[in-house]
């Protein structure tokens, strides 16, 4: 199974609220780089919660629940006959016990190619396997089964 990275803002909705939900839909998402990411998600695959503006930190686990399919507020396919906007399921796992925060991310050499170093803006991003077992360590979470 994979590991994805998906960002919000937690004034619009964040981690906590998709544990109040249980799941939910994880919409929103219009950059291509970050839709390809997203399109490529399957049913079980593991999901860092990160909270950007003020907090800037990984804050809880998900997991897809089912697979990627057309946002139904933004239908349509794109050439390749994929949902030209493709949403997510993603179902509530657990909070982190320590938020990781992007300052620490930045200062382990470790992470100087992640895309949340590299490409700051990306909002869907895929976590190599060695990452994501460090962050799962920093934060306190499950390791990857």
């Known amino acids: 199974m994979a590991t994805w990275l998906v960002k919000t803002e937690p004034g619009e909705f964040s981690f906590d609220d998709l544990a109040r939900k249980g799941v939910a839909r994880w919409d929103g998402v219009s950059n291509a780089q970050a839709l390809i990411h997203l399109r490529a998600m399957r049913d ?20 897809v629940k089912g697979e990627p399919y057309e946002d139904p ?18 179902k509530a796992v657990g909070a982190a016990r320590e938020p990781v925060g992007l300052a620490r991310i930045k200062g382990d050499s470790r992470f100087a190619a992640f895309a949340l170093v590299k490409q700051g803006r990306l909002s869907v991003m895929p976590v190599p396997t060695d ?12 390791a990857s089964k």
């Open 44 to 63: 079980g695959d593991a999901v860092l919660v990160y909270h950007t503006g003020d907090e800037k930190a990984i804050v809880g686990l998900a997991r």
């Open 73 to 90: 507020a933004r239908p349509g396919k794109n050439d390749r006959g994929e949902a030209k906007f493709a949403v997510v399921d993603l």
């Open 131 to 142: 990452l994501a077992a460090v962050l799962r360590s920093w934060a306190g979470l499950p």
